[in-house]
């Protein structure tokens, strides 16, 4: 990133950022719908795995380059200030504006999974204060894992019904090559809008006067998380409920799993402790304690009775407002 481009130009780059993210975003959504269709998945599944990675890419991108570079705070920040970004803003605008049902049967490995990886990064969090190359390749070895099961699964499904109409899915008009590239020019496009909007949108930021502290945690992790966000749109305005559900709950397992495991095994780190909030260190107190609670708010009503509520929606958005106002008042 060249922190030292005109304002105007870091603007100019901003919108093409955007731009992309959106196109991308378009195409990447339409890939996965048709190719839900064309092998008879649950769109849910398709949202969890082939989507969720897509997505993830620029979180990926982003930490293993603060890795390497020494910023530790960087990929801790971006992986779970993005996990609370996509749940309590992204995933709460949807359920906000359109509750839906949801398949609980499909919901149940992601979550799992998800809740698995977080209970081991809470104890190195608490307990340890560091992440070592060994919890690194512990979260890549689950990340090979979840998506052998995933991709057992499919097949199977696939196999039980290869006459099946998924309700959800519309008709498709794309053969399965043209769904693929879809996928893979969408997913290009939407890595190279989130780190246009990244890279110069905090630009933007330094030049308002944006603490770097602040920018890690937010705008950085509201930044990479964009894609997610454009793929939410993008579905619940042509009515892929499951697909958003399962790139969300999908993105926050791979930020723990793939994006914080890349960036671990290639370069160790201490828990950061750049920020305090009532005398202590804030990723104990504030951040870590928020991402867990609203993955609860989220998932466990789902869980229980198959369906996403409003109220959900609004709570999860007051969370989110609560936590950006802390970060800059504090």
């Not at 560091?130 to 196999?159: C, E, H, P, T, W």
Request: hydrophobic residues 55%; glycine residues 8%.
């Amino acid at each position: 990133m060249d922190t030292d481009v005109s304002l105007w130009l870091a603007v100019l780059l901003f919108v093409v950022g955007l731009v992309c993210l959106v196109k991308g975003g378009d195409w990447f959504v339409r890939g996965a719908v048709d190719l839900a269709a064309l092998l008879h998945i649950p769109e849910l599944i398709v949202g969890a795995t082939v989507v969720a990675i897509g997505t993830t890419l620029p979180e990926v991108m982003v930490s293993a380059s603060a890795a390497v570079k020494g910023i530790g705070a960087m990929s801790y920040g971006n992986a779970i200030g993005s996990i609370i970004c996509n749940t309590a803003l992204i995933s709460a605008l949807t359920i906000a504006i359109r509750p839906s049902e949801t398949d609980r049967k499909s919901l149940r490995l992601p979550v799992t999974f998800f809740f698995i990886a977080a209970a081991s990064y809470l104890v190195l969090s608490y307990f340890v204060g560091r992440f070592d190359r060994a919890a690194g390749v512990a979260y890549l070895i689950m990340f090979v894992i979840y998506i052998a099961i995933n991709v057992k699964q499919a097949m199977k499904l696939s196999a039980e019904n290869p006459d099946a109409d998924d309700p959800e899915v519309e008709e498709h008009n794309d053969p399965l090559w043209l769904s693929l590239v879809l996928l893979v020019v969408g997913g290009a496009l939407i890595a190279v809008g989130a780190r246009l909007l990244v890279d110069y949108g905090t630009v933007i930021a330094i030049y308002m006067g944006v603490p770097s502290s602040v920018i890690a945690l937010t705008f950085i992790a509201l930044g990479t998380s964009l894609p997610e966000l454009v793929t939410a749109i993008v579905s619940l305005a042509k009515g892929h409920g499951a697909l958003s559900l399962g790139n969300i709950i999908g993105a926050n397992l791979f930020n723990l799993i793939l994006v914080n495991g890349v960036s671990v095994t290639l370069a160790p780190y201490e828990l950061p402790v750049e920020k305090t909030l009532f005398g202590r260190n804030a990723a104990l107190v504030l951040d870590l304690p928020l991402m867990l609670f609203v993955m609860l708010l989220l998932t466990v009503p789902a869980l229980i009775r198959g369906k996403l509520y409003r109220w959900q929606g609004i709570t999860l958005l007051a969370l989110y407002v609560g936590f950006i106002v802390l970060q800059f008042a504090v």
